[in-house]
Nanobody, 121 residues
Framework: QVQLVESGGGLVQPGGSLRLSCAAS????????MGWYRQAPGKQREFVAL???????TYEDSVKKRFTISRDNAANTVYLQMNSLKPEDTALYYC???????????????WGQGTQVTVSS
């Protein structure tokens, strides 16, 4: 199995920055896409950003130019640098990873438990 552990959340004032990390561990063979999602109270979980193993990135429109996703393949870790934070960015942030268990396996998606980000003055 694959475990994902997020860290780096907290309370920050509007306009501030946070850097989230998510480390994968367990019986790892190859991790393909890694991504970040978020869920605000009373809302559905929504896509934030994705990065392929080769480094191609995709962002949700409201976070473009403010958030940057990156990864360290050797460390099986994905990061989310969040700048110019707004109150509407307040949510529980989850990472996910598509793990390929062998050369002939299809990817299986795993999720972390989430880290809380609160943007408030």
């Amino acid at each position: 199995q694959v475990q994902l552990v997020e860290s780096g959340g907290g309370l920050v004032q509007p306009g501030g920055s946070l850097r989230l990390s998510c480390a994968a561990s367990g019986r790892l063979f190859r991790i393909a896409n890694m991504g970040w999602y978020r869920q605000a109270p009373g809302k559905q979980r929504e896509f934030v950003a994705l990065i392929t193993r080769g480094g191609t990135t995709t962002y949700e429109d409201s976070v473009k130019k403010r958030f940057t996703i990156s990864r360290d393949n050797a460390a099986n870790t994905v990061y989310l640098q969040m700048n110019s934070l707004k109150p509407e960015d307040t949510a529980l942030y989850y990472c996910n990873a598509d793990h390929i268990a062998s050369l002939h396996s299809d990817p299986r998606t795993f999720w972390g438990q989430g880290t809380q980000v609160t943007v408030s003055s």
